[in-house]
């Protein structure tokens, strides 16, 4: 004996496979869809912030040779390449240093121009005589001098970690010193070639910035090496790989979409004559709409648990990885948006079974049966 | 939440002016009229194929015709009015063979559904009282798809019997029974005929003599044979 109020309560004891095999398609794509945002968005993150937005790695180190020796850019040409943000070419000036103990050892000055202050972080208004050193040096002290060993009156600053891994632990010198010093160095005939350091804007133009590079020379005449090769593959390949991450969580998400789709689909064929018994008795199709939507809905409030529960468990995983903070964000954020895609989830369920039986209630249809 | 569905029933009234009815070219219905005032028990009789279920289903509020008026309770029907239509297709009482019934479900479960769409309360001394007299007491409680053809016929015709319709369409409803069902089903129908409308639409001769009207349905459809 049936004590309900909506009609469609059979169903759940006569087609439960079938209840059950939605309810997990439903909980497959909730699932799905959180997680792949979550994957989408940590690779995103990682990808963006590591590699595209890495201020670090939007430098390029550049060297070139000829046959004859070193080869002469033209730095107007270079600066008018696509995303270039400026540059800075020049000699690495060795700067020789004896510490307390007596020991003596010597550090390659380039000059502090915009491009090296971007390199180091370092915004810090400085005097002439400014030699900016990594911060190990700091609480050192050492007597400077040049290549012909006369001392070298400096101003010490310092700047935060090493370097990016082609700087590092490179010093820089205020222009003035460095044009004192470069004059010294040309005296004494030093043979070392310039370095050109261009700045990119962003670190995912490099690519662009290579492959346009590259068609500046003629390879047969002139080999240029970079500091960065490799990275514009990396970054390529990071933008790509991200690409088809998107494309096969959205690909995967379809497919659930259409496998739930059509075994709503079946469902709904198997209760076909049922529901045309229901419209003859007098259930308008607006009715009959609801109340199976609410059967099926019930269904899915387990399935809505459930994946609170998933998403929480998740979490409890992720605590022994993660600081107190970043996992309360990341709870909070995946619960945040759990509860909106169920709210998404309810209205795709709704407009699915709406879409079907509309067109299973239409009048044209459920005539046709009668004729048959 | 039960309410009785039928609101008064001096209400009834029949009234179907000029229909016009085609399937593409072909047509079904041609100027039909038929007008009843008062309750009784009504047959339309006519070969199979010849249009009758296709007028059953205008008048059951299912089908749309292309032209003509209709009047029921007193209401102009406007087919456009899903609200309307909804409301009165509850009043209206449709059988039509077993389709009434959902094939997994036992015959008390079926009525029990049939209660929660029209909101009346399953009256089980009603049910009791015609299910002994169509000899289906025994047979409540068993799945429809487990019943035999007149079984299902007896079955789906409990609806009409157990709750109160002041409209009642009946389209072939003693096609699967024997003479002694059809003789008890009619002696029913006349026994509760006095406060509704009942149309059967019928093949058989003694459903017509038993009804308290005929109409010759080709006479409805003015002379239209093309399709007996």
Redesign the interface.
């Known amino acids: 004996?049936?004590k309900h109020?909506?009609?469609f309560y059979?169903i759940k004891q006569?087609y439960l496979k079938s209840l059950r095999k939605l309810a997990i398609l439903n909980f497959l794509l909730l699932i799905l869809i959180i997680f792949s945002i979550f994957t989408v968005f940590i690779s995103a993150e990682n990808i963006h912030n590591n590699i595209l937005n890495n201020d670090k790695l939007s430098m390029v180190l550049i060297n070139g040779y000829t046959e004859t020796g070193e080869f002469e850019y033209d730095t107007n040409l270079i600066l008018k390449l696509p995303h270039v943000k400026n540059l800075t070419y020049d000699y690495e000036i060795p700067l020789i240093y004896t510490t307390e103990k007596e020991e003596v050892d010597s550090i390659y000055c380039l000059p502090l121009n915009e491009t090296t202050r971007e390199a180091i972080s370092f915004d810090v208004q400085v005097d002439d005589n400014a030699l900016v050193l990594p911060e190990h040096f700091k609480n050192q002290k050492l007597i400077f001098s040049d290549m012909n060993h006369k001392p070298v009156k400096t101003t010490n600053y310092y700047y935060e970690g090493s370097g990016t891994y082609f700087l590092k632990d490179q010093c820089y010198l205020a222009q003035p010193l460095y044009n004192k010093m470069l004059a010294t160095i040309n005296s004494s005939n030093y043979s070392d070639v310039k370095s050109l350091i261009v700045n990119l804007e962003k670190t995912e133009y490099i690519y662009d910035f290579v492959k346009s590079f590259h068609e500046m020379f003629n390879e047969d005449e002139v080999y240029v090496y970079y500091q960065s090769e490799g990275l514009e593959n990396l970054v390529q390949n990071s933008k790509v790989s991200f690409h088809l991450l998107l494309f096969f969580q959205l690909s995967l998400l379809i497919v659930i979409v259409i496998v739930y789709k059509n075994s709503l689909n079946s469902l709904i064929k198997l209760i076909n004559?049922?529901l045309?018994?229901?419209?003859?008795?007098?259930?308008?199709s607006?009715?009959i709409t609801s109340q199976f939507y609410k059967t099926i809905e019930s269904g899915n409030k387990k399935v809505y648990i459930f994946s609170y529960g998933t998403v929480i468990l998740f979490a409890i995983l992720l605590s022994k990885a993660l600081n107190n903070e970043i996992l309360m964000i990341i709870t909070v954020g995946l619960l945040i948006l759990l509860s909106l895609f169920i709210l998404l989830n309810k209205l795709f369920v709704k407009y699915v079974i709406s879409s079907i039986l509309a067109k299973e209630l239409s009048?044209e249809n459920?005539?046709s049966q009668?004729?048959n | 939440m039960h309410k009785n569905s039928v609101d008064n029933y001096e209400d009834i009234h029949v009234s179907v002016k000029n229909i016009n009815f085609q399937y593409g070219e072909k047509i079904i219905l041609r100027n039909l009229s038929l007008e009843i005032n008062e309750p009784g028990l009504y047959a339309i009789y006519g070969k199979s194929g010849c249009g009758k279920t296709t007028f059953i289903n205008i008048l059951s509020l299912i089908q749309k015709p292309h032209s003509g008026t209709i009047n029921l309770f007193h209401k102009q029907i406007n087919f456009e009015d899903v609200e309307l239509v909804d409301d009165l297709r509850k009043k209206i009482a449709y059988f039509f063979q077993d389709l009434n019934l959902i094939e997994t479900l036992t015959i008390r479960e079926n009525l029990q559904i049939i209660s929660l769409i029209n909101s009346q309360p399953l009256d089980n001394e009603k049910l009791n009282k015609y299910s002994r007299q169509i000899q289906m007491e025994n047979k409540l409680d068993i799945p429809v798809n487990n019943l035999s053809g007149g079984e299902r016929q007896r079955a789906a015709f409990l609806k009409v019997l157990v709750f109160e319709y002041p409209l009642i369409l009946l389209d072939e409803p003693t096609n699967n029974l024997d003479e002694e069902n059809i003789q008890i089903i009619m002696d029913i129908l006349s026994s509760i005929k006095k406060d509704r409308v009942i149309l059967v639409v019928t093949h058989s001769k003694f459903v017509v003599e038993n009804s308290d009207k005929s109409f010759d349905f080709i006479q409805l459809n003015k002379g239209l044979k093309e399709l007996c």
């Open positions: 004996m049936l109020d909506s009609v059979y006569k004559r049922d045309l018994s229901l419209y003859l008795n007098g259930m308008s607006k009715e009048n459920i005539v009668l004729r």
